[in-house]
């Protein structure tokens, strides 16, 4: 509305505005300041009223109550969580959707019971003994871990219901717990799997094994070509090394001379090794 359009009323020692008379009519009694017939001014234009904090405060809270509280009781009849605690050890289990399979559930925290007190032993005696694990309706990937927490794609659960070794995985990554720029990240992701492979409850179920050497794979493929590679080094050249290499990454101690140091071959001598006694074992 233009300024030349509005003149000015007073009242009960208030200043209003209000649309000239020449061009409408108000209903609102200048000389009271009836509030009982304000508001149909207000709706209907006539009149430009300057809120006060507590009336702004007052109006704040009616909008909240009517666009968000619904929206909060909504998730919160969605959201579930249970806190589970096994020697020592606790589990936040945060379900986003409460009617996400119960025995699928059940056995997701069965698997985080059986593992991770094992790998926080033989790995890194200082990891956390608490972690929040989150089944996420909304992530479209299909797992990942930082700082304590894991969260796991619903979707994923769903499509792969005997998956339930991806907490193994992604508690290794709690387990781990490298510093930024502590080695590669082919290396962090095929010891994670590597152990998955070792102290995984389920790899039939899941459709899950190490995949025999291909002609594209290399040891910086990562996940189960990488995870494959550090068993045969275990085994053939020398036993306990991932432990090592798992210290040596927490500590930001790695190199590649420790490939050398331990096995007495280089990084890249090792895979020639590996590669040569894949294509002689299958012939």
Same mark, same amino acid.
């Given at each position: ?127 956390? #003994? ?18 304590? #927490? ?8 769903? #499509? ?89 990454? #927490? ?33």
């Amino acid at each position: 509305m233009k300024a030349s359009e509005m003149t000015k009323i007073k009242a009960d020692g208030k200043i209003f505005q209000k649309r000239s008379s020449a061009t409408m009519r108000t209903d609102f009694d200048s000389q009271r300041g009836d509030w009982l017939l304000q508001p149909l001014a207000i709706e209907r234009g006539l009149l430009e009223v300057p809120l006060s904090k507590t009336m702004k405060q007052f109006a704040f809270a009616i909008l909240f109550g009517v666009l968000c509280v619904p929206v909060w009781a909504n998730l919160a009849t969605r959201v579930h969580a249970d806190t589970l605690v096994q020697n020592g050890f606790q589990l936040v289990f945060v379900q986003q959707d409460a009617a996400f399979d119960k025995h699928l559930a059940a056995r997701l925290k069965k698997t985080f019971f059986q593992v991770y007190p094992d790998l926080v032993e033989a790995f890194n005696p200082d990891a956390v #003994r608490q972690v929040v694990l989150t089944i996420d309706t909304a992530y479209d990937g299909v797992a990942y871990a930082h700082d304590g #927490r894991v969260v796991i794609s619903q979707a994923w659960l769903e #499509r792969m219901p005997g998956d339930v070794d991806v907490v193994t995985h992604e508690v290794m990554h709690i387990v781990q717990n490298y510093p930024s720029d502590s080695g590669p990240g082919w290396l962090v992701e095929g010891i994670a799997d590597f152990v998955r492979y070792r102290y995984g409850v389920d790899h039939a179920g899941a459709g899950w094994s190490l995949p025999a050497l291909g002609d594209d794979h290399h040891y910086t493929s990562s996940y189960r070509v990488t995870a494959r590679f550090l068993d045969w080094v275990e085994r053939e050249r020398k036993p306990g090394f991932v432990k090592t290499l798992d210290r040596a990454m #927490r500590t930001r101690t790695y190199d590649a001379a420790i490939w050398k140091a331990e096995t007495d071959l280089e990084l890249d001598e090792l895979w020639d090794a590996y590669a040569s006694a894949e294509v002689q074992g299958d012939r």
